[in-house]
């Protein structure tokens, strides 16, 4: 059993990732797969508590996937702090064993270049929309889609992103094969989508999503956070204190889903937000509803500045 201020094991070649779990589940162990882009906070870290209760040993990759961004997006800006990810692992009770921390899980050393990479995929509007892997020609042409599942939500501002977090999240099963994944509920419609490829493509992986973890003033945590001004982080607690009350307003017996999502786009609208999208939609299908008659996740994207934040709220009714 891991001990407090255990130092991880820091893997970066694939192949040594996978003599790693070989060894380890010849011995009769099961793996926890926590999968991040870094810069560690407390969300992250609860999901590592999550695999602690059921699995012997837990790996955390952290990845910045180059995949899931379109080339107009914020990679190059992603925050990034490896040595400090370390030191919050490390200062865990129970700690890590592993931290698989690849360079590049898509340079194949190809002859390809940015000229004539595939760059088939099409927006709604006719572009032409491609990922930051395509763009440099790192020579990568295989990708896993989740059709349905991709479509709404942060799938129509964002195109390529669900397919690279598909992608990105099959490899490092391959690579780490794990018996159990953890991911957020924040990231709802990740969640569902990875655990939609996981049936489908049959892999021997118990994906488990965790509940959303929040600041003390109920501020979703996310690592994009550290981009808000403190007058942007004071107004985009709108986001959540809106679908508190939406979930009251339900509870009471409100079931008409345009008059809820009007309230809330209001509401953040007047604290200075930018709305992408306030959806109320099936917990499983992801599939809007007009009226709420069974379990429901409402569903929030919004910019406040330069930073677009995503929440949402399970409603069980």
């Not at 990732?17 to 870094?38: D, E, F, Y």
């Not at 898509?106 to 930051?132: A, L, P, Q």
């Not at 490899?171 to 953890?182: R, S, T």
């Not at 604290?271 to 569903?299: H, M, N, R, T, W």
Request: with cysteine; glycine share 6%; net charge neutral.
């Amino acid at each position: 059993m891991a001990t407090t201020n255990k130092e991880p094991e820091i893997i970066t070649d694939k192949n040594q990732m996978r003599k790693w779990s070989r060894a380890i589940r010849s011995q009769g162990m099961t793996i926890g797969l926590v999968p991040t882009m870094g810069y560690l906070h407390e969300g992250h870290l609860s999901l590592i508590n999550e695999s602690h209760k059921r699995a012997n040993v837990t790996v955390v990759s952290i990845y910045v996937n180059p995949g899931q961004f379109s080339p107009s997006e914020d990679l190059s800006t992603y925050p990034s702090d490896f040595h400090g990810d370390l030191l919050k692992l490390m200062a865990l009770p129970g700690g890590v064993d592993v931290v698989f921390h690849p360079r590049d899980l898509y340079d194949y050393k190809t002859t390809t270049t940015s000229s004539n990479v595939n760059k088939d995929i099409i927006d709604e509007k006719g572009g032409r929309v491609v990922s930051c892997v395509e763009e440099r020609g790192a020579g990568h042409e295989t990708w896993v889609r989740v059709e349905k599942f991709e479509k709404g939500l942060c799938g129509k501002s964002r195109p390529v992103f669900f397919r690279g977090v598909a992608t990105v999240v099959a490899k490092l099963f391959n690579i780490v094969d794990p018996d159990f994944a953890f991911f957020g509920k924040k990231d709802y419609q990740q969640l569902r989508i990875v655990q939609r490829m996981t049936r489908d493509l049959d892999f021997a992986v118990e994906v488990i999503g965790s509940e959303i973890k929040r600041d003390s003033d109920g501020l979703a945590l996310s690592s994009r956070n550290v981009h808000l001004s403190p007058e942007e982080r004071e107004k985009a607690l709108s986001i959540n204190r809106s679908l508190f009350r939406a979930k009251s307003t339900i509870e009471k017996g409100q079931v008409n889903c345009k008059e809820l999502r009007d309230s809330v786009i209001q509401a953040i609208s007047e604290a200075g937000g930018k709305i992408d999208y306030a959806e109320i939609v099936d917990q499983e299908s992801l599939e809007a509803v007009e009226e709420i008659k069974s379990p429901v996740v409402f569903c929030i994207a919004a910019w406040f500045g330069k930073v677009r934040l995503i929440d949402n709220m399970e409603i069980n009714v």
